[in-house]
């Protein structure tokens, strides 16, 4: 496994859309949903690339999520990014975070590009990866947002959590790729209908799946449970996680 911490301001925007709409143009709605991508690269700058998520648990309200990657987190206006959706007339609140990387955990990598070699006998139980292939790794399929608010003395608990343990037992999971860490910078909601579930959140882990995942639509807690987990979720202010699928 590989541990990597940031040397430059590259962060994402998560533009979480939580739907107003009725069922007669809920269809309406779909359609300009799937064309957000392309609009925000075209559109907003400082915006590398942009995918689209959908919510795995129907009844979870923050449906539709859109994240954007970003080289230079100070090149993206977060107030003219809430004001750019808006005006797409989409119906609904939004909710636009910004946040800086904080730390990469993947399988070991060889420059942008990594593949799979076959194990041998005597390596079995390890990961091991070919360089100089061609072919690059998609987009994750599946991502579990995991969004939280630690005490005001709890930050370093939690970071040294994710580093010494949770890091781990996610990796574990089956068709897990990747986890990315995230410290939020700022954040824009809608100001029409309110603000409620709109809590501030200051600490974004996103893991990346890849196909055979068995996430299932809700997020439910790795066994086994640790005290340290345990601990952990008791003293954070807040949590909000879900499991979020291309769309």
């Known amino acids: 496994m590989r541990s990597s911490s940031p040397t430059t301001s590259a962060g994402v925007l998560l533009a979480f859309l939580q739907p107003i709409s009725t069922e007669s143009d809920e269809a309406s709605a779909n359609e300009k949903i799937d064309l957000l991508p392309t609009a925000i690269t075209a559109n907003v700058l400082g915006i590398k690339t ?145 603000s409620e579930g709109f809590q501030e959140l200051s600490f974004l882990a996103i893991h990346e799946f890849g196909e055979g995942e068995q996430l299932g639509d809700s997020v439910k807690a790795l066994e086994p449970i640790s005290e340290w987990t345990m601990k952990v979720m008791k003293d954070a202010v807040g949590i909000d996680a879900a499991i979020y699928r291309r769309t």
């Open 50 to 194: 942009a995918r689209q998520y959908r919510a795995a648990n129907i009844e979870y309200k923050k449906r539709h999520l859109v994240i954007c990657e970003t080289e230079d987190l100070a090149r993206v206006n977060v107030k003219q990014m809430l004001k750019f959706l808006e005006g797409e007339n989409i119906g609904g609140k939004w909710d636009i975070r910004a946040y800086r990387e904080v730390e990469i955990f993947d399988l070991e990598k060889s420059s942008s590009t990594s593949f799979l070699c076959h194990s041998r006998p005597e390596d079995e139980g390890t990961v091991k990866y070919c360089p100089l292939l061609t072919v690059r790794i998609e987009a994750a399929e599946t991502i579990m947002v995991a969004l939280m608010q630690p005490s005001p003395a709890g930050a370093a608990d939690l970071d040294a959590w994710y580093r010494e343990e949770h890091n781990q037992q996610m990796s574990e999971q089956p068709s897990w790729l990747r986890t990315c860490r995230y410290s939020l910078v700022s954040q824009q909601t809608s100001t029409s209908g309110g």
